[in-house]
Each structure stands twice: as C-alpha cells, then as structure tokens.
C-alpha cells in the first residue's frame, strides 16, 4: 500500500491542477469587482451631468427633494451711479525745492522737520554780514558819485555864463557836459549795485515760497551753501488743497469734457488700495490737452481739500469718478445677478421667485453695476422677488424655502413676462464692479 506521507510526517503537495484554478478564479473575481467599480462611477458622473446649470440637485422638477432655503430681494425703482473706475496718483499742486540763491554758511534752520509752514514763513538764515557790509560799500560808492556830479553841475553852469562872455573856449564848456553826463552814468550804476547788495541781503532769510509741508533737512546748520547745491535745504509739497492724477479710456473723453465745458462739477472719490475705505472726496478739476497713443487714455487732475491730511504725495488711490447719476432705474442686488445656459443659450439671468414658491429662470438685460447693485434694461420689474443666495442649488421649477421674514410674491408683473425673453445686453465695461 502507497502511503501519503513521507517517512516525516509530511502531507503530499495538492495536484497542480487545483493551483491554476484558484488563480482563475481570484483574478475572476479581481474583474468583476473593477466592472461594479466603473459601473458606479459612471453613474455619479451621469447624475452630475444631469443637474441643472447652476448648480441644480436633480431631484426633479419642483425640487422632490424638499423646499431649497434661500435668501431673497425685492427688485425696486431708484438712482443709480455711473462711476468710471481709475488708479490714480496724489500729487501736489507745488513741489518746491527751497534752495539759497547766495553762498553764505547756514546760520540757522528755523523749521521742524514735517512741519506745515506757510507762505514767506522763514526757513533758514544764512550770515548776513558779509551782504551788510556791502550795502554799506555800496551807499558810500553812492554818495561819493553824488557829490561828484553836484560839484560838476556847478562848474557846467559858470562855464556857461563865461562863454556868454566869451572868457572860455566852446570846447572847454562841452567837455564839462560830458563829465556832468559821466558822473550821472556812473550815479545810475551805483544804485543798481546798491539795490543788488540789498536784494543779496534779503536771500540770507529763507523763506517758503508756498503753504505746504517741509520734508526732511538736506544740510544741517553750520555748512557753507552755494545756489549750485543739488539737493537744495528742504523740499516744500503743498497739500492743503491736493490733487490726484488719474487717467482713464479716450472712449470717455467726448462725455467728460462735455461735462466740463457746460461748467458741471464732476465728483471724484478716492480710495485705499484695497479700494474699500472711502479717503476723501473731491472735485475734477481739468483733462489733459492730449491723449495718450500708447496706452489709448486722457490723463484727469481733481482736486481735494485735504483738512486732515490723509492723502500723502505720491500715494497709490482708487479713484471713483461720477459721471452721471440714472434716474428711475430698476435696481436689484448684484449677487443676483447669474450667469449660465438655462435654456441651452449663454445668457445672463436670475431667479424668478413666484406665489406658490417655486422659481422661475429669467433672462435678463444688465445696466450700470454700482458696487453691490445693479440696473436691469430688461426682464425684470419693480416688486419682483430675486434669488440672492442659495441659487447654486436651484433650476428652474425649483420649490424653496423663503426666509421667516418674508411675504410670498405676488403674481409677475405682464411687462416683466413680455421682456422675459430678451436677449442680453452687454452693460458698461468701466462700471463700478462686475457681477459674479
């Protein structure tokens, strides 16, 4: 008889057959859980694909799967703004480099650095010795010329009295007109070096040319100046009024200046840089002569008061520019405002909320965007319920879910319903803000 086992113990190996049908059916097995795998893959991609643009759960229509909350606004009849949007640049109406026009050493700064000084407030002084001693030089030269041609007057008129009498010559008399017109020359001549010395002491007191700020000292006190000094004493920036230079598109040119050539104050708001607090308001105050070829703009100056000194030379501002002010607008939140193809047409549209709570797909027609509002041409009239949030979840026949405080709509408006189907338009390119 064969025995199973060695002479250890050992149990036989299994035939090789049984081995090649274990590995079968593993990798039978592998293939058919990457089918169920791709299967369920393909129909969650199916059942995104099928959502409504926007966003759409796809429940069904009327939204089987419960009321949608959402936020709410009711459209309204108002003003709007149109701004012109611009990044401008604080300048100073006078920036002035206060430099000596004598040489002289710094005797004294007389202003603190930073400090607001006024026009013909004194700056520094230079030493004034050296000027007064030549205004002193000069007034002797003066008087000496003086008495000079006093005394040549005298001579002139008793020569003429003696060539009445024939006791001179002619000659001798003409000679002593020419010295009488020598000594007025040389008389004329001394009060211009007078006047000159006196204006050469007048510059040894620095004085500001403007109002404005002083910046940092470029000489310390006791250093010899000269008019040929580059960096001057003290830059002096005018502040209190400021401007700002802004340019915008050479498209809103012919409106612009059309504006200021009927006389009409234009309104100019200036912003931080992240355009969110509100610095200062002002004026325009004119347009550049020429446009810009290269960048296709006009460059604008407004002007502002500055009281409190919150605009700083050279700083970077948002600038806001009031162009017009629309009347009788039809006004909706911009986070309304959506962007998709309901229909299978690339449109603009919103989210229609009607009396049994269910929304409705409406195209519209944007106007002017002015920061968290919009103006709609077409498609919507006043009293009508927007969606403002929770439209990323909604399709058209949706039921939502409307806030606690909320009325329910009243029937559409016949007008609204005839300018449903509008196509879109296109609002101005340089609103305020572009809807989302």
Request: hydrophobic share 40%; proline share 6%.
């Given at each position: 008889?064969?025995?199973?086992q060695?002479d250890?113990?050992?149990?036989?190996?299994?035939?090789r057959?049984?081995?090649?049908?274990?590995?079968l059916?593993?990798?039978a097995?592998?293939?058919?859980?990457?089918?169920?795998?791709?299967v369920?893959?393909?129909r969650?991609?199916?059942?995104?694909?099928q959502?409504?643009p926007?966003g759409g759960?796809?429940r069904?229509?009327?939204?089987?799967?419960?009321?949608?909350?959402v936020?709410i606004?009711?459209?309204?009849?108002?003003?709007i703004e149109?701004?012109?949007?611009a990044?401008?640049?604080v300048?100073?109406?006078?920036?002035?480099?206060?430099?000596?026009?004598?040489s002289g050493i710094?005797q004294?700064?007389a202003?603190?650095?930073?400090?607001?000084v006024?026009q013909?407030?004194?700056l520094?002084q230079?030493?004034?010795?050296?000027?007064?001693a030549?205004?002193?030089?000069?007034?002797?030269?003066l008087?000496?010329?003086?008495?000079?041609?006093a005394?040549?007057?005298?001579d002139?008129?008793?020569?003429e009295?003696l060539v009445?009498e024939?006791s001179i010559?002619?000659?001798?008399?003409?000679t002593?007109?020419?010295?009488v017109d020598?000594?007025?020359?040389?008389?004329?001549?001394d009060q211009?070096?007078l006047?000159?010395?006196?204006?050469?002491?007048?510059?040894t007191?620095?004085v500001?040319?403007?109002?404005?700020?002083?910046g940092l000292?470029?000489?310390?006190?006791?250093?010899?100046?000269?008019?040929?000094?580059?960096n001057g004493?003290?830059?002096?920036?005018?502040?209190q009024?400021i401007?700002?230079?802004?340019?915008?598109?050479?498209?809103?040119?012919p409106?612009?200046?059309k504006?200021?050539?009927?006389?009409?104050?234009?309104?100019v708001?200036a912003?931080d840089?992240?355009?969110s607090a509100?610095l200062?308001?002002?004026?325009?105050l004119?347009?550049?002569n020429?446009i810009?070829?290269?960048?296709g703009?006009?460059?604008?100056?407004?002007?502002?008061?500055?009281?409190?000194?919150?605009?700083?030379?050279n700083?970077?501002?948002?600038i806001?520019l009031?162009q017009e002010?629309?009347?009788?607008?039809?006004?909706m939140?911009?986070?309304a405002?959506r962007?998709?193809a309901p229909?299978?047409?690339?449109t603009t549209f919103?989210?229609?909320?009607?009396?049994?709570?269910?929304v409705?797909?409406?195209?519209?027609?944007?106007g002017?965007?002015?920061g968290?509002r919009a103006?709609v041409?077409?498609?919507?009239a006043?009293?009508?319920?927007?969606?403002?949030?929770?439209?990323?979840?909604?399709?058209?026949?949706?039921?939502v879910?409307l806030?606690?405080?909320?009325?329910?709509?009243?029937?559409?408006?016949?007008?609204a319903?005839?300018?449903a189907?509008?196509?879109?338009g296109?609002?101005?390119k340089?609103?305020h803000?572009?809807p989302?």
């Open positions: 008889m064969i025995n199973d060695d250890f113990g050992a149990a036989a190996p299994p035939p057959g049984l081995s090649k049908r274990l590995r059916v593993l990798i097995a592998v293939v058919v859980v990457a089918l169920v795998g791709l369920l893959f393909i969650h991609i199916q059942n995104k694909s959502a409504a926007g759960s796809g069904g229509p009327g939204g089987q799967g419960g009321p949608i909350p936020s606004a009711t459209a309204s009849t108002g003003d149109l701004r012109i949007p990044l401008g640049t300048t100073p109406l006078a920036t002035v480099t206060v430099k000596t026009q004598i710094l004294k700064i202003f603190t650095e930073g400090q607001l006024h013909g407030e004194m520094a230079i030493d004034p010795r050296p000027y007064e030549a205004v002193q030089q000069m007034e002797g030269n008087r000496r010329d003086q008495a000079l041609l005394d040549a007057k005298l002139l008129k008793r020569y009295g009445k024939d010559a002619v000659q001798q008399l003409d002593q007109r020419a010295l020598q000594y007025e020359g040389t008389i004329e001549s211009g070096q006047q000159t010395a006196k204006v050469n002491l007048i510059y007191r620095i500001s040319p403007v109002n404005g700020r002083v000292r470029q000489v310390d006190q006791g250093n010899y100046v000269t008019p040929g000094d580059a004493i003290v830059v002096v920036n005018q502040v009024p401007t700002v230079i802004f340019p915008v598109p050479e498209d809103d040119v409106a612009l200046a504006q200021v050539h009927d006389g009409n104050t234009l309104e708001d912003y840089r992240t355009n509100k200062a308001g002002g004026k325009l004119t347009l550049d020429q810009d070829t290269t960048t703009t006009v460059k604008l100056r407004a002007s502002f008061e500055n009281a409190d000194g919150v605009l700083f030379p700083q970077f501002v948002n806001q009031l002010v629309l009347k009788n607008q039809i006004i939140p911009n986070s405002v962007r998709g229909n299978g047409v690339v919103v989210y229609i909320v009607n009396a049994d709570s269910t409705t797909v409406r195209p519209i027609t944007l002017v965007v002015d968290e103006a041409t077409q498609g919507l006043a009293g009508e319920m927007v969606v403002t949030e929770g439209g990323d979840r909604l399709r058209d026949g949706a039921k879910q806030p606690q405080n909320a009325a329910a709509p009243a029937a559409a408006p016949a007008a319903k005839k300018g189907g509008a196509p879109n296109q609002h101005r340089h609103a803000a572009n989302q």
